[in-house]
């Protein structure tokens, strides 16, 4: 009969290596006539040592646990042209990496200048008399002109229009004639900073000095850039200059195309090439080189312009045409217009809120990494943002990031309810906007992700009502409720939460609102700040990572 015997774990011992046998034992071992004092030191020697391999290998693990503990928290922002996407950029920036971004603050001096100029010529172009249009052949122009204009009449009809008289528009534009090649040369230098032998697009015609047509150009006052490199692997972001063609009968570009200027490398190297002094030495030390010593530097022709730039913004026949014409400059880059000495200023340095002011518009897809390796709580924790263009030909450029987004902030700008989209004069731009946000909330690709709706530009809307728009006029679902805007904002919220719980596929998803104005830095750091711990919390608990 066989019976099962309990096994024991037989221990061997392994017989210690004979030094003979082993070269290395036999070097290792402490010499025979080893004195006390010599084995005390070797002992504490190969302590010592010891001690060294232990942190060295306690070093390498917590640096492995690191590298697996990495995280990158992906953020897209979204919404249409002009909604506020790159402001906001531009704001994580700051609050992130302010060094970084004052540091580039002075290659947004060629920025401002160009938006300044387009306003003028806006203006100029709105002021033009109706016989020198019909000249000029710009019948169209006010069907390109459409960023900024009021859609909806307030009592101001063409019948009891004045205009400004034909002498005037004539002088303005004669002694304005200068900004004309400068707005060209930037755009040139723009577009080929450091090869002027390849060809492409971006050579403007220029059209003679002092004809009807030197001003009838651009029909929007964004000069647009990229901001940075693309994502690797994806297509150069390029230069946009929307309508900013010249429309002298002559030219071979149409008043209403696109201009597309390329940008090799870095914008921002494009602009400093400009002049050859132009870079400060440090951009917060006030170390400054002195551009305005350069003859060839663009501040020259601005600051002799300024006068008349200032005489032609405060000259009350050319309000009362802007308003009639209802065109509000100040809800684009006619921000600096109210600036013009300081802009204009041989030693002008742009400022923070310049920075955020300037409008450049986006194309492709523009990525920046922030690391929030100093925060406890988030440690080791990449946020990547990226930045897409919002125009109606960028948003096929929108779906490729989906797939593997964490979160996204949507900027629907509700000043917006009484304007029409650039690229398209019979859009309403809020209906284009819920549009956008249906089609967001309603993704079923996106049903896991973290939705935060920034309602921006509450700083245009409340001056909006307060100059007498009417919401009602434009969206009759308003109804007779109070044209204020602690109502209209609150309006606002419910539709835009309302919409996300009709069309979301994942009814568990909290929407967070904000109510911004995110060229204000201080209440936009408080908020993206939380929306960044909202964010990055809920992504790094649901992969369990907290
Ligand atoms: N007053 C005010 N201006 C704003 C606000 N948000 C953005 N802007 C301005 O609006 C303009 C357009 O903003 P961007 O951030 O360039 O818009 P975007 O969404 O990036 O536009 P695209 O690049 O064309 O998609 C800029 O001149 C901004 O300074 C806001 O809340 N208030
Ligand atoms: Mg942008």
Redesign the pocket.
Known sequence: MLRDKPTQPVQRQRPPPRPDSDPLAAVLLPPPDETPDARERRLRAEEEAKQRSENIDRMIRDSERHQRRKKVVKVL?L????????????QFQLLHTPAAFHAERIAWRFVIYL?LVRSIRRIIEAIMPEDAQGADDLDDFDSNETASIIITSNGCGPSNASHVPTSAYDGYRRRLSPLLPLEQRLIQQLSDPEDNEEQEPTHLPSPPLHSPSSFSMASTS?A?LALSSSAPGRPAPRIMIPNGTVSSPTSPVSPSEELTVRVTSNWKKAFSALGKNQSPKSAHSGELQGWWEDPDDPVHIINRCAPVMSELWRDVRVRHRLAEKRLRL????G?FLDEIDRITAKMYFPTDEDV????????GVVEHTFSLSKSSEFRGVDWKIY?????RS?RHAWAPYFDDVNAIIF?A?I?AFDQVLTEDPDTNRLEDTIFLWNSVVSNKLLANVNIVLFL?????LKAKLQSGVKLKQHMTSYGDRPNDYDSVSKYFRHKFLALHQSFTPNKARELFIHM?????TRKTHTIITNVRDIILTGNLRSSSLM
Do not use: H, I, W, Y
């Open positions: 922002l919404g249409q042209s002009e909604s506020g996407k790159s402001t906001t950029l531009k938006n964004t647009t100040q809800e684009s880059s921000f955020l002011k300037a409008r450049l518009k986006t194309t930045d897409v263009g919002g125009s960028q900027l700008p000043s921006n530009k509450c700083d245009l911004t104005s995110v060229t204000d």
